[in-house]
């Protein structure tokens, strides 16, 4: 499913994201990427989506190679990858329905279809009785769930999320990764990328450890390390 090889990103100042990094996450697999700040955790969930580009190495998504993407591409690539982060980017000025049926009237999808497929994606994360509500009448629980049912509308078989529930409580933050186990479930890869080593350890999945940009440790059922 997601495929580096001697993957390298370097920043000004000669800061290093990540350095010759290579990693092969399977099909259905969840793994959480872990990490200080810096280390690079960031910087690979920005590589996989193509939202930045390697100076070095190979980059494979489900057995296309984005290393060189073209730009014209990377719609088509974001619809294959459901792609959650820390901040909510929310409409305020639309419903939590209009939210997340936005992803489809970009795609051109007809009216027909954005009604079955939001309404499919509220159900799966529990706002099916909310879709007329407004992002600031909803707790920020229930707005991260917004986001990852508009991450949902195309069916991806790839979910990252870079620290879902860094702006949440312990009661919400599990009530998000508890959801993403459920995509999980469905077949999807997912990859979290998180700090949170309460979560990290309740997982007992699969634990990639990054420091400095290299890999340091890959561990089948893991830990939080650092």
Known sequence: ???????????????????DVSLQILPGEFVSIVGQSGSGK??????????ERPERGRIVIGGWDITRIKYGEIPTLRRQIGVVFQDFKLLPRKTIFENVAFALEVAGESNARISSVV?????????????????????GGEQQRVVIARALVHRPKLFVADE????????????IISLLQKINEFGTTVVLV??????????KKR???LDHGHIIADQKAGKYLL
């Open 1 to 19: 499913m997601v495929t580096l090889e001697h993957v390298s990103k370097h920043y000004q100042r000669k800061n290093v994201g990540l350095e």
């Open 42 to 51: 960031t910087t690979l969930a920005k590589l996989i989506i193509a939202e």
């Open 119 to 139: 309404a499919q994606v509220l159900k799966i994360v529990g706002l099916e009785k909310k879709m007329d509500r407004y992002p600031d009448q909803i707790s």
């Open 164 to 175: 879902p529930t860094g702006n949440l409580d312990s009661i919400n933050a599990q009530e």
């Open 194 to 203: 998180t700090h949170n080593r309460e979560i990290v350890n309740m997982l």
């Open 207 to 209: 634990v990639v450890t």
